[in-house]
């Protein structure tokens, strides 16, 4: 549960909001003499992801993906971040549990950033695990800029105990580019996608970047995470499993072993490895496509010679589902009454000629009412895919547990984001516990755009 500091948070984010500062100040910072200081420059950068392919886009610090930042849970944080483009910016601490104001979400109430101005984003952060921070303005204001930036990072929010051992971390981010800046967009079989030329991990195409360099007997922490705007993706490392410890940075009560991970849109899986198949590999797509457009990297054991080997499993065993593994019940986790949120999820293509929109219970983003919370209320939300096409959904500023996922009861998982598979249907319960306004919205780009979003709203 999140400590929510000496302040009442409502008192305190009026405070805040009387304060007219541009500040985005999460809690008051009073109690704790140590403040971390980060910051960011949001930029035009070039990016090479290859000799000669080359994409101009926008990044942080001069890189695109930015700096992993490394937070400490509940140590406060100032990031000052400045906008050096000529449009309004914001950036998003995506799996944070943070006050509104500095959520980085302009539709929760949290301020732009001008161009050419400098804001400080004020928050604690909490929980620990893999997070992650992007830019959230709406694609379809800019939408070469925004579906193809690179404004994007790994956030670690260090625990306050120590992690596992292992002997190597690697940070992998996908991504995917268009140098052209036309987006050839494409419906296929009514779901939207955009071609992309690039598919990368960080900046880098597997043909360029520099191989994961390991000792037989190493164990490997990967922090994987889908920045991509609107592709999901399955990875693996021929002749190796993952044993996952963390989803969207969220530890799991079973570690399991699988051979494939499903990544879908702004997910975050945490995984060892253990090197115990000498040989060159290389850890990529299982998409032979994306490997084509260059996702993948090798990954060579010392003392090995010869070509990297792509030898993915033959049969993929599509029960290693991500939630399936066994958990134990947690006592206690349902005790106060649960209301029930219905949330169905349709395409409306109603009207002749015009764009297809992306509905909630029949209503589109803007044109649909919040949904209010009480505090300290156990909610299950009851999200029902009724299209043909799977949405990566992500609540802000909360995380919700997993009930029941493809008819498969599971619990002691929890996330912020997760791929509701076409045509069906995912139970995840959520404990109002962080007051302010949340979004709620379909990652894939080109759905939250076409209206797949709604605020949350306490009151
Ligand atoms: Cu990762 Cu509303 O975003
Ligand atoms: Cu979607």
Redesign the pocket.
């Known amino acids: 549960m999140i400590d929510h500091g000496p302040m009442d948070r409502r008192q305190f984010l009026q405070l805040a909001a009387s304060a007219g500062a541009v500040s985005l100040i999460d809690r008051s910072l009073a109690w704790s003499s140590t403040v971390e200081q980060f910051s960011l420059e949001i930029t035009p950068v070039t990016v090479e992801l290859a000799p000669g392919v080359v994409v101009q886009t926008t990044g942080y610090n001069g890189k695109a993906p930015g700096p992993i930042l490394r937070m400490r849970e509940g140590v406060p944080v100032t990031v000052s971040v400045v906008n050096k483009t000529a449009s309004a910016e914001s950036v998003h601490w995506h799996g944070l549990h943070i006050g509104a104001l500095a959520d980085g979400a302009m539709e929760e109430g949290s301020p732009m950033i001008a161009p050419g101005a400098k804001v400080e984003y004020r928050f604690t952060p909490a929980p620990s695990g893999t997070r992650w921070y992007h830019t959230h303005t709406m694609a379809l204001t800019d939408l070469n800029r925004a579906t193809y930036s690179g404004q994007f990072g790994f956030l670690l929010v260090e625990p306050r105990s120590q992690p596992g051992d292992y002997d190597q971390e690697v940070f992998l981010a996908v991504h995917h580019w268009e140098p052209s800046f036309v987006p050839a967009q494409e419906q296929s079989e009514s779901c939207p996608e955009i071609t992309y030329r690039y598919a990368s991990f960080n900046d880098k195409l597997l043909s360029t970047a520099e191989p994961l360099r390991v000792r037989a007997g190493q164990r490997v922490l990967f922090h994987f995470l889908n920045a991509s705007a609107t592709e999901d993706v399955w990875l693996s490392l021929p002749g190796h499993r993952f044993t996952v410890l963390a989803l969207d940075g969220n530890a799991v009560p079973n570690p399991a072993k699988v051979e494939v991970l499903s990544l879908g849109v702004a997910e975050r899986i945490d995984a060892i490895v253990e090197m115990d198949a000498p040989g060159n590999w290389v850890l990529g797509s299982l998409d032979a496509t994306e490997r084509d457009r260059g996702l993948g990297i090798r990954v060579e054991y010392a003392n090995h010679q010869g070509a990297a080997v792509w030898n993915p499993p033959q049969v993929v065993d599509w029960s290693y589902a991500r939630f399936s593994m066994p958990q134990p019940k947690k006592p206690g986790s349902e005790e106060t009454p649960i209301e029930t949120l219905e949330m169905l ?1 349709e395409k409306n293509s109603d009207a002749p000629g015009s764009i297809d929109r ?1 509905t909630i219970n029949g209503r589109s983003y803007p044109d649909i009412e919040p949904v209010y919370l009480r505090e300290g209320q156990r909610y299950r939300m009851r999200m029902m895919n009724a ?1 043909g ?5 992500h609540l802000h500023r909360h995380s919700f547990e997993l009930k029941r996922v493809d008819q498969v009861p599971v619990s002691g998982i929890f996330k912020d984001t997760v791929r ?1 598979e076409r045509y069906n249907v995912i139970e995840a319960d959520l404990l109002a516990n962080n007051p302010g306004n949340s979004l709620f919205h ?3 780009q ?3 755009d076409y209206g ?1 979003m709604q605020l949350l709203r306490y009151g």
């Open positions: 999820f992306w299209t096409c799977a949405h990566p959904v509701l379909c990652h894939q080109l759905h939250m797949f």
